[in-house]
Nanobody
Framework: QLQLVESGGGLVQPGGSLRLSCTAH????????IGWFRQDPGKEREGVSC????????NYAYSVKGRFTITRDNAKNTVYLQMNSLKPEDTAVYYC?????????????????WGQGTQVTVSS
């Protein structure tokens, strides 16, 4: 069974930074595209970013473009989401998801393996 574990969330002031990690257990992450999603209570799950299995294709939601960067270290079986210039509206539970397909997508229904999520709170 594919297991994904997110980490790195926490409480940060506006303008601060966090780096989220998504580590795969039980499978080789380099064969999978990874998507990052977030969800605030009462809101729809939102696609934030994605990266292809090779790392050659990345995509970002308009709301985070220029502030967030997605990268992967296949040797560590981990994908990262570097989040800079954080805003209160970035507050949410962040999830990573994996799927074996070409390219990447921020459509959540395209992914079948999900992590448990990590809370990010941006507040002064």
């Amino acid at each position: 069974q594919l297991q994904l574990v997110e980490s790195g969330g926490g409480l940060v002031q506006p303008g601060g930074s966090l780096r989220l990690s998504c580590t795969a257990h039980g499978f080789i992450l380099e064969h999978y595209a990874i998507g990052w999603f977030r969800q605030d209570p009462g809101k729809e799950r939102e696609g934030v970013s994605c990266i292809s299995s090779s790392g050659g294709v990345t995509n970002y939601a308009y709301s985070v473009k220029g502030r967030f960067t997605i990268t992967r270290d296949n040797a560590k079986n981990t994908v990262y989401l570097q989040m800079n210039s954080l805003k209160p509206e970035d507050t949410a539970v962040y999830y990573c998801a994996a799927e074996n397909f070409f390219g990447c997508t921020m459509v959540s229904s395209s992914y079948t393996s999900w992590g448990q999520g990590t809370q990010v709170t941006v507040s002064s």
